[in-house]
């Protein structure tokens, strides 16, 4: 609802904001997760969570906006897939890890840290989302709606 109200006031680059600002308010709370000690750490998964799975929800939005019309359902199948199988395999990584710099750390490099190379590619694809809104703000100025041809109403008399 959030990224709707900003998507109204302010384009797609709106839900990128409140988008972005998700991920920034899940990094810290990750990290406290991670860090604190049992009963602090299960009481930072409710806001956790929550901003994790409003950016989620907005995530596929972006995507199903940003994607050709008529290719919708293939981009939000694409991005499905993606996240599946990098996010569904990437736990087999621990274990190597684990042995190399301890559980703690890398939990904190998979789980935090995805989440700040998440925020770092979304922070630079707001410059081009402007320029994205420009371009079709100048494409639908450009071209005015003519009907392709005119259509007779047959009509039978009874």
Same mark, same amino acid.
């Given at each position: 609802?959030? +990224?709707? @109200? +900003?998507?109204?006031?302010?384009? *797609?680059?709106?839900?990128?904001?409140?988008?972005?600002?998700? %991920?920034? &308010?899940?990094?810290?709370? #990750?990290? /406290?997760?991670? *860090?604190?000690? =049992?009963?602090?750490?299960?009481?930072?998964?409710?806001?956790? *969570?929550?901003? %994790?799975?409003?950016? /989620? /929800?907005?995530?596929?939005?972006?995507? &199903?906006?940003?994607?050709?019309? /008529?290719?919708? !359902?293939?981009?939000?199948?694409?991005?499905?897939? #993606?996240?599946?199988?990098?996010?569904?395999?990437?736990?087999?990584?621990?274990?190597? $890890? @684990? #042995?190399?710099?301890?559980?703690?750390?890398?939990? $904190?490099?998979?789980?935090?840290? &995805?989440? !700040?190379?998440?925020? %770092?590619?979304?922070?630079? !694809?707001i410059p081009l989302a402007k320029i994205r809104m420009k371009h079709l703000t100048e494409i639908a100025a450009d071209c005015k709606r @003519? =009907?392709?041809? @005119?259509?007779?109403?047959?009509?039978?008399? %009874?």
């Amino acid at each position: 609802m959030l +990224a709707d @109200k +900003a998507a109204y006031y302010r384009g *797609y680059a709106g839900r990128l904001y409140v988008f972005n600002m998700c %991920i920034f &308010v899940s990094i810290p709370l #990750s990290i /406290g997760v991670l *860090y604190l000690s =049992p009963p602090w750490c299960f009481i930072l998964l409710i806001p956790n *969570y929550a901003a %994790i799975e409003m950016w /989620g /929800g907005i995530a596929m939005a972006l995507v &199903v906006e940003h994607a050709p019309r /008529g290719r919708q !359902t293939l981009a939000l199948a694409f991005y499905v897939f #993606s996240i599946n199988m990098f996010g569904g395999n990437l736990n087999t990584v621990v274990p190597f $890890m @684990k #042995s190399a710099i301890g559980l703690r750390y890398s939990l $904190m490099v998979l789980h935090p840290g &995805v989440y !700040t190379l998440a925020l %770092i590619f979304c922070l630079m !694809t707001i410059p081009l989302a402007k320029i994205r809104m420009k371009h079709l703000t100048e494409i639908a100025a450009d071209c005015k709606r @003519k =009907p392709l041809r @005119k259509h007779k109403v047959l009509t039978s008399k %009874i």
